[in-house]
């Protein structure tokens, strides 16, 4: 029996990584890429994945994301087919599933290089 993720995100494209995600860098973390999605972005740095999801009609409300890599215990990934359009990741953590659906422009497999970079090495 398959279970509900316990959040799901769709990153739509890469984009240059935010210069207001600093703030949020603890010792020496770093930024390595940042993805749209349908309101916002997604950081992936060198210790976690930071998702900033905007909501309500004006955006002004922020909920924000971070998923430590060492909380991830197994991950997919799955390229995306002739009928299927989206590529998918899956993540299985601590907390529970986590689905992030990647759009034509995510390279599928620069994703799984870089969670296993960050979870093989954490």
Known sequence: MEMAPIAAWT????????????PLMV????PVAAYKTFRDTAVFTT???IVRDA???????VEM???PYSSINMWSTENAGTLD??????LWTRAGHIKIKLGKGVDVR?????????????
Request: charged share 30%.
């Open 11 to 22: 990153l739509v494209d890469e984009c240059p990584i935010p210069h207001d995600i600093a």
């Open 65 to 67: 994301y971070s998923l």
């Open 110 to 122: 620069k994703i799984d290089n870089l969670i296993g970079w960050a979870v093989l090495n954490g």
């Open 47 to 49: 210790k976690r994945l």
């Open 85 to 90: 359009f989206n590529a998918e990741v899956e």
């Open 55 to 61: 909501q309500g009609i004006t955006g002004k409300k």
């Open 27 to 30: 010792g020496d973390e770093r």
